[in-house]
Nanobody, 125 residues
Framework: QVQVVESGGGLVEAGGSLKLSCRVS????????MGWFRQVPGGEDDGVSC????????WYADSVKGRFTISRDNAKNTLFLQMNSLKPTDTAMYSC??????????????????WGQGTQVTVSS
């Protein structure tokens, strides 16, 4: 059974930092590209960042470039998202997702197979 569990969300002031983690089990983590998405109430899952199988290639939404860094530890089956210089507009539910293969660019949410429940990030002004 595949399990995807995010952690690390919370309440932070504007300009602060948070590091999200996503622990995956039940699949060969090395065979899956990974992505972070975020959703606000009433909205859709918007792609934030993604990373390929080995971690050598990454993609970021324009809104987070230069502030967020995605990384993965294949030995620990874990995905990370370091978020710096947070803004109130970053407030959302953040979820990670797994795609069975290499990625060369951003993928739509529906292309990902496995999803976690999400972790809430709230940035106060």
């Amino acid at each position: 059974q595949v399990q995807v569990v995010e952690s690390g969300g919370g309440l932070v002031e504007a300009g602060g930092s948070l590091k999200l983690s996503c622990r995956v089990s039940g699949l060969d983590f090395d065979d899956y590209s990974m992505g972070w998405f975020r959703q606000v109430p009433g909205g859709e899952d918007d792609g934030v960042s993604c990373i390929n199988l080995s971690g050598s290639r990454t993609w970021y939404a324009d809104s987070v470039k230069g502030r967020f860094t995605i990384s993965r530890d294949n030995a620990k089956n874990t995905l990370f998202l370091q978020m710096n210089s947070l803004k109130p507009t970053d407030t959302a539910m953040y979820s990670c997702a797994a795609y069975p293969g290499p990625v060369v660019s951003a993928l739509a949410a529906y292309e990902y197979n496995y999803w976690g429940q999400g972790t809430q990030v709230t940035v106060s002004s």
